[in-house]
Every structure is written in structure tokens, then in C-alpha cells.
């Protein structure tokens, strides 16, 4: 008996470890963006979950007389106009970003979900409802989160509600979209024929082809989502200046951008890779997902 085929009897599921091996790999290297892009998101979700262990002092700790301090041993990123560790408010600041851009991508998925599917497949509200998305399209969404927060007071709520709110309308008409092209096709006029139900009709037939477009625009609305956020704190509108998110440190170091251009380098920097990362998981979850759509590109 051959030696490989003594293999094969002997270690059956040898071939079954190195098949599902090659197959992850052989998926990581075809899908580049998707292992660059969700690569370096993992690493800012893992340090952002890991602040207080890679922190080296007490974001909100106050030391006047170490003010604007170039980066040193003491203090990696230097320090803001309070003396406040920029490397520790840095790494804290991930927490802040990634929950508002998660936060927003979950919640506009759902809401513009449910609506998109109802505008899309009863034709009597899809007058009314997408009038009212055409309403909130027509404003800016970062002026329209400014106007939203400008009721309520700063805090990381009513940023990721304000957020939402501007940004529904864009996943409600993807999805609207979808679903209008999918009830013009025979297995759904079959079905419609047959008597079955509409909420059967829309679960088994309409949904499913709603959800890889709509994952990957989760994905652009997450990235979104996080400028917006550091937007709002940059202009004084978003969370409260006490909290470490990237925006407010930004906002704290524009007035010695010229001498002390680290206090607003580094959380731009972080900010900018974030939003890069979320990005190339996006384009690479549409390359996956819509083939045609990267042919086409």
C-alpha cells in the first residue's frame, strides 16, 4: 500500500486540518483588503478593550505644571494644555469611536431595514415614508447631528442618536432599492400568487437579499459615523470636553497647532487609520459578497 494512502487510512483527519488551512489561507490571500482592512481593525478593537493595561497614566489626571509637554520616556505622546497624558486619552479615546461608529452602524441597519422593507414592498407607504427620508436627506448629516445636538446636552447617547438619525435615510433607500428589484422577480410573484402571506413573503424571499448590501454599508456608515463623532467634539457640540474621545483632544490642541502640533497628530493619526481600516473591510466585504460590483470597478 502506498505510504500516502497509509496515511490517509491511519490519519484520516490529517487531510480534513490541512484542507481547512489551506482554506483559510487561500481566503486571506485572495481577500487582501479583507485581512489588511479587518487585521488592523482587530488590532484598535483589542486596544481599545486593553486601555486600562497599555494606559501608563490616569486619562483624566491633572498636572498643570507638566503642560504641553514634548513626547518624552514619561509621557510617550506628550502632554495637553492640563498636563493630561495624550498617549493614555489616545488609547482611551478608541473606546469612544468605536462604540459611536459600532453603536450607529447596528442601529441604522435595523431602522433603515425595517423601513426600507416596508417602503419597498407596500406601495401605499412608500409615498409617505420615503418623502419623510427625502426631508432628512435634503439637510447635511453633520448639520443636522449639530441641530440634534444643539437640543439635548453633550454626551456619547445623544452623539450616537444624533448620528443615527442623519444617517438612516442612506440605508433605508439601499435597502428600498433592493427590495423593489427583488418583488419583480417570478419566485416572488409566484409566491404572491399562491395566497402566501406578506411577512412570509418578506422574511423567506425579500430579506435575504437585503443583507450583504446592507452589511457593507453598515461598514461605510461605522466610518461615517466616527468623523462625525470627532466633528462634533471638535466644534464643542458632541461628547463632554472631560471625556477622552480623539475629537475633544483634537479640539484641545488646534490652539497650539503651530508650536505644538503632537497634541493634535497623534489622535488624528489613530482616527485616520480606524476609519482607513473600517473602510478596506467594507470594500473588501463588497468585492466577496457583489463579485459584478468589483468587475466593475
Known amino acids: 500500500m502506498p505510504a500516502t494512502t497509509l496515511a ?7 487531510f ?5 488551512r489551506s482554506g483559510v489561507l487561500g481566503f486571506l490571500i485572495g481577500n487582501p483588503r479583507i485581512t489588511i482592512g479587518g487585521g488592523m481593525l482587530a488590532l484598535v478593537v483589542l486596544m481599545a478593550i486593553c486601555a486600562p493595561l497599555l494606559a501608563t497614566h490616569d486619562p483624566l ?5 507638566l503642560r504641553a509637554r514634548f513626547p518624552s520616556a514619561e509621557h510617550w505622546f506628550g502632554t495637553d494644555m492640563l498636563g493630561r497624558d495624550i498617549y493614555s486619552r489616545v488609547i482611551y479615546g478608541a473606546r469612544v469611536s468605536l462604540t459611536v461608529g459600532i453603536s450607529v452602524a447596528v442601529l441604522t441597519s435595523v431602522v433603515g431595514l425595517f423601513i426600507g422593507l416596508i417602503a419597498g414592498y407596500l406601495r401605499w407607504a412608500d409615498g409617505i415614508l420615503m418623502r419623510v427620508m427625502d426631508g432628512l436627506m435634503a439637510i447635511p448629516s453633520i448639520l443636522l447631528a449639530v441641530a ?6 453633550g454626551s456619547m447617547v445623544n452623539v450616537i442618536i444624533a448620528v443615527t438619525i442623519a444617517d438612516i435615510p442612506r440605508m ?3 435597502v428600498r432599492g433592493v427590495v423593489l428589484s427583488a418583488r419583480e422577480q417570478p419566485y416572488v410573484e409566484a409566491a404572491v400568487a399562491t395566497g402566501t402571506r406578506t411577512h412570509v413573503i418578506i422574511r423567506r424571499h425579500i430579506l435575504p437579499n ?3 448590501p446592507m452589511i457593507v454599508q453598515a461598514t461605510y456608515i461605522c466610518a461615517s459615523a ?11 457640540a458632541g461628547t463632554p470636553p472631560t471625556t477622552p474621545s480623539w475629537g475633544n483632544i483634537m479640539a484641545e490642541g ?14 488624528a493619526v489613530f482616527l485616520s487609520v480606524t476609519v482607513l481600516a473600517v473602510n478596506l473591510l467594507g470594500d473588501g466585504l463588497r468585492d466577496l459578497l457583489d463579485p459584478r460590483a468589483a468587475t466593475r470597478t
Not at 490517509?8 to 490529517?14: G, I, K
Not at 489626571?61 to 505644571?65: G, M
Not at 470627532?230 to 464643542?236: E, K, N, R, T, V
Open 254 to 267: 488646534r490652539a497650539l497647532w503651530q508650536i505644538k502640533p503632537f497634541i493634535v497628530f497623534f489622535p
Open 226 to 236: 466616527m468623523i462625525v463623532e470627532a466633528i462634533l467634539s471638535f466644534i464643542g
Open 172 to 174: 433605508c433607500r439601499l
Open 8 to 14: 490517509a487510512t491511519e490519519r484520516p483527519d490529517l
Open 16 to 20: 480534513v486540518v490541512r484542507r481547512r
Open 61 to 65: 489626571s491633572l498636572a498643570p505644571w
Open 148 to 153: 440634534l445636538m444643539a437640543l439635548t446636552r
Open 210 to 212: 437585503t443583507l450583504a
